[in-house]
């Protein structure tokens, strides 16, 4: 019998030397959808540029185009690297980073595996593995990563991980309980706090849609649209204002620019809600 789903795109980014987890990466996928499509009412959909992309020649380059056709529409990604991090773009230190890069950027959730089997020395491109140990510290510092030790722990790791995901992240349960889930991202109505609202509107009138959180000897300075948020108010007010921001991010409504916690923009998606609130407003 068919059924509604709501369809999440999960993009699977890596370098060229792990063409088995890949392919794992597909199947857990789908062995998720298998046990859980029907009764949650939703669908991973396992994205990448060699299944969701076709040739194309203008004037952007080959990763601009994998980046504004696939990853944009992603709301999930799992990276998996072992012995290389991929070619440079310009940008970033590979097609692979930099769609891990844009992906958190956008407040979206991404799980990065490592594996840990032997390496025969032979094969390895020492530069190639030294980019990936400045990678692989860079995502350390942005939270958890996950060593694998080899194909089959990849498959157990991701497939009890993914689940654990899908049922904790708070981006992805807004995304799978929406009310009409056949509704397109930018048309669902986000419900959360007066505050969170307000922040939105603020960053939304002004230019640069930018939100700046600055702190202090006294605590914590919000600033948005020429406002401040919660500088005069008690440290309860202040981490009012703290969460708001969280719930901006979390939804995916804003994305860390200064990579540092400090300065925010809004999103695609951030602009549709926001505008979306304001005629809400104006009724």
Known sequence: ?????????????????????????????????????????????????????????????????????????????????????????????????????????????????????????????????????????????????????????FRSLFGAQLAITINNNDYLNFLANSEDSQQSQSERTVTFSGEAVDLLLAAASDEDGQIYRIGHLSGLRIQAGGRSFGEDGSRREMAKWDQALSDLINYGLVQDVGHKGEVFELTSRGYDVADQAKARENN
């Not at 299944?51 to 696939?70: C, D, K, M």
């Not at 980073?97 to 958190?104: G, V």
């Open 1 to 153: 019998m068919a059924y509604q789903a709501t369809v999440i795109p999960v993009m699977i980014a890596s370098p060229s030397d792990v063409p088995r987890e890949r392919a794992i990466a597909r199947e857990v996928i789908n062995e998720w959808n298998y046990v859980n499509s029907r009764s949650r009412q939703t669908v991973l959909m396992p994205t990448g540029w060699e299944t969701h992309s076709a040739p194309e020649i203008g004037s952007s380059t080959a990763q601009e185009l994998i980046n504004t056709r696939i990853l944009e529409h992603c709301d999930l990604l799992v990276g998996v690297f072992w012995t290389r991090l991929g070619t440079p773009t310009g940008k970033a230190a590979s097609g692979t980073a930099e769609e891990i890069e844009r992906h958190i950027e956008a407040g979206k959730p991404a799980l990065v595996y490592f594996s840990s089997q032997p390496i025969v020395p032979d094969n390895l491109d020492q530069d190639q593995y030294s980019a990936l140990k400045d990678f692989r510290k860079w995502c350390e510092k942005k939270g958890l990563i996950q060593v694998f030790n080899d194909a089959d722990h």
